[in-house]
């Protein structure tokens, strides 16, 4: 059984504020989508495909080259959209990738990753079909009325935060944005698009540290973390 990583690197980065997209902003002189692939490519997994901002792929194919990232089989363009871009590397990683493989998604701007929580997810995908990241809420919840105030609790006991990494049965993912294509729905995220076709989606291990560099305050608490050894992001 293959385990084929789809990375998705097309975000502009118009939150962080940045004159290029932000998966390439530079920390300590190497830019942050290869602090990710430094780690994804010491996982037991095959292949990573990278789903990149079109007019950046040659640079980042450069970057490849220069960092020895050895497991990175195709840098393509991404969509216009997210579920665009998560259909363009589906349709290249089926290629490389039979109807029982396992295909992970994960964020290139997520770069502490750990062995634990890759290998978690890919364990569930396997048993169950489809898998992601997810945290326990430890804080309160508040449900909008409009932007300015709320005035009903959230039940936090009964809600999870998702993330990536996700994993899932090839052909169970691919056929769901097939369909969804053909009726132009347009998901936000692999995990949306399997409890809207009513596929149970299994919790695998996360934890706090694993961020999503979205904001500049991110990009602070990633260097503040990221010479800590996994044992140290998760926390034991």
Known sequence: MKKNVIL???????????????????????????????????LDIDNIIIVCVDSWKEELRNLVKKYQIKKVYSVISGGQTGHDSIFLGLEEAKKITESNDIVVLHDAVRPLITKHCFDDVIEKAIKHNAACAALKITEGLVIKETEEYGKQIGDRFNTVRVQTPQAYKFKLLYDIYSKANKKEIKYSYADAACILNDIPLYFSTSFVTNIKITTRSDLAFFKALMNFSDDELEGE
């Open 8 to 42: 998705l690197a097309g975000g502009s980065g118009s939150r962080f504020g940045s004159n290029i997209p932000k998966q390439f902003v530079c920390v300590d002189n190497t830019p942050l989508i290869i602090y990710t692939l430094r780690k994804i490519q010491l």
